[in-house]
Each structure stands twice: as C-alpha cells, then as structure tokens.
C-alpha cells in the first residue's frame, strides 16, 4: 500500500501537465499543447515518470489491472495530443521506447518511429 501511495505522490508533482491534457483541459482541445521549452521540460518530465512505471510494470512490481484502473486514462490523455505524440513518439520515438512499450502493453495504438 505505501509502494502506491508513494506511486500517487509521484503523480501529483505532475499534476499541472495532467490538468491541461485531461478533458476540458487546455491542451486537449486541437492544435493545442506545449509551445515553451518549460511547457516540453514539465511534459517530458512526466512521460518520464510513465517510463519508470513501465520498468516497474516489466519487474513485476506493478500489476497491470491496477496500474491500468489508475492510471492509464492519463496515457490516454497524453496521446490524444497529436503535438506531443509527432514530437516526442514519432520525431524522437526512438528516446521514448519505454513510453511507447507501456502504451502498447495498455493497448494504444501509437503511429511508427519516424526513422
């Protein structure tokens, strides 16, 4: 219980990038998403910790019905902008393998590595 309480924690440092992608939120609406370098710094930091939560999925020490439940709505969210998935998923695709790992274990369809 502390390992998801600590997990939830994590998440809620992030919480500023979470509001602007979730329904409603700035970013969600199209055309819309990070324009700054400090906008792309928050974002990358965020996908990043989807990275961890990947490692920690893969080591078994994460289930992936829980994680799922919890947490893949805002995967979801993240890719619905299509700035975010062409800069980060595609452009640089090849920095990002255990983001789109995690994605595809929750079942997204995610468009190629642009080599």
């Not at 700035?26 to 910790?49: C, F, H, I, N, R």
């Not at 019905?65 to 893949?72: A, L, P, V």
């Not at 299509?82 to 090849?94: C, D, H, N, Q, Y």
């Not at 994605?103 to 995610?110: D, P």
Request: glycine letters at 8%.
């Amino acid at each position: 219980a502390r390992f998801w309480l600590d997990l939830r924690k994590s998440f809620a440092e992030h919480d500023e990038v979470h509001r602007l992608l979730r329904p409603g939120g700035k970013w969600a609406a199209p055309g819309q998403g990070p324009e700054s370098t400090d906008d792309w710094v928050k974002v990358e930091a965020y996908m990043g910790l989807f990275e961890t939560c990947e490692d920690l999925l893969r080591s078994g020490l994460v289930d992936l019905e829980s994680f799922s439940r919890s947490y893949g709505y805002r995967v979801q969210n993240i890719i619905a902008n299509t700035g975010i998935v062409e800069a980060k998923l595609v452009e640089r695709g090849e920095y990002w393998e255990r983001f789109r790992n995690l994605a595809v274990r929750l079942g997204v369809r995610l468009p190629p590595v642009q080599s």
